[in-house]
């Protein structure tokens, strides 16, 4: 009956939010001492400038890092002024040059698959 089918959704989406909810916290736990070290490492690099910057700019998340982006999420400062100067050089979008310079190792994986 309709009651019956509402009622286990509404039980399965409980337990899938508990399983996501879970799930994320447990990742934010593993990431945290990395993430330590990396805004200490933000923070002496940059002389405490990315403490003032805006947004996510001065912002570098080991998760990033961790995935493969050394230069922090396309929000970053470092990416986001290399692709305001991709773009002014006329090498931004689909570009393949730009494409190159910003995943510099794409060209090896597409090798072995894209």
């Known amino acids: 009956s309709f009651p019956e089918i509402l009622a286990k959704l509404k039980k399965d989406k409980n337990i899938s ?5 879970e799930g994320v916290s447990e ?6 001492p990395y993430q330590k070290i990396v805004d200490e490492f ?7 400038l990315s403490e003032i910057l805006p947004g996510k700019m001065g912002y570098i998340d080991a998760s990033d890092i961790l995935a493969g982006y050394p230069l922090g999420g396309k929000d970053a400062l470092i990416p986001k002024a290399r692709d305001q100067a991709l773009e002014s050089l006329g ?3 689909n570009n393949d040059l730009g494409k190159i310079i910003k ?3 794409r060209p090896i ?3 072995f698959g894209c």
Do not use: F, H, Q, Y
């Not at 939010?17 to 909810?21: C, E, I, K, Y």
């Not at 990742?27 to 945290?32: D, F, Q, V």
């Not at 933000?42 to 405490?48: H, L, P, Q, R, W």
């Open 91 to 93: 090498l931004g979008g």
């Open 109 to 111: 994986r597409c090798i």
């Open 27 to 32: 990742c934010t736990e593993n990431i945290k």
């Open 103 to 105: 995943d510099p190792a």
């Open 42 to 48: 933000a923070k002496i690099t940059s002389g405490g």
């Open 17 to 21: 939010l508990a399983t996501v909810d």
